[in-house]
């Protein structure tokens, strides 16, 4: 079956690096997602890796991916404060479109 | 429009009551998504068009809910006779297909919170 699941807090100070960590049990993954939720907003895609992947550095976010152990990490450097919000991993599988099974959410506070 | 809107973003209902939310999704967009967030929670898959058709209905909990988007545009998911348990922010993404540079990124309205006294 699908389960995704993610620590739920993480505290920081601005200018740390965070690093967000998320676990899934279901291999035949085709994408790993991280979506971040800023209050009374909707979700917003800031990433992605392919499967094949081990690895994804986009501006300040890299994106790790260890099959083996079925682990996702999303780092963020320099975190700032206005990165404070709950970040969502999921995944979606090789059904042609995009029904994504989402982690519980971690909640990042950046204190100055 | 610019991006995905949901109305009401407010929904404030008596047990046994129906209620239809209502979606929007970006102008041109072949697919549709309703997902359910219990809070606390992440989103949980609803059900999915691609155009008019619904391809996937699986994540509905009961058949209190249904869902449609009658002309390949705007959706309406409606619950029949509703619970408190039914109580939770319900999302609507929107994507177009893999494909063409596309990865089928989702993007989402900001939701409809129903709460069900």
Known sequence: GEDVEQSLFLSVREGDSSVI????TDSS??????????????????????????MKQDQRLTVLLNKKDKHLSLRIADTQTGDSAIYFCAESFDTGFQKLVFGTGTRLLVSP | GAGVSQSPRYKVTKRGQDVALRCD??????????YR????????????????????????PNDRF?????????????????????????????SSPFG?????????GEGSRLTVL
């Open chain 1, 21 to 24: 960590n998320c676990t899934y």
């Open chain 1, 29 to 54: 993954s085709t994408y790993l997602y991280w979506y971040k939720q800023e209050p009374g907003a909707g979700l917003q895609l800031l990433t992605y890796i392919f499967s094949n992947m081990d």
């Open chain 2, 25 to 34: 999704p970006i102008s041109g967009h072949v697919s549709l998504y309703w």
């Open chain 2, 37 to 60: 967030q219990a809070l606390g929670q992440g989103p949980e898959f609803l059900t999915y068009f691609n155009y008019e058709a619904q391809q996937d209905k699986s994540g509905l």
């Open chain 2, 66 to 94: 249904s869902a449609e988007r009658p002309e390949g545009s705007i959706s309406t998911l409606t619950i029949q006779r509703t619970e408190q348990r039914d109580s939770a922010m319900y999302r609507c993404a929107s």
């Open chain 2, 100 to 108: 063409s540079g596309n990865t089928g990124e989702l993007f989402f």
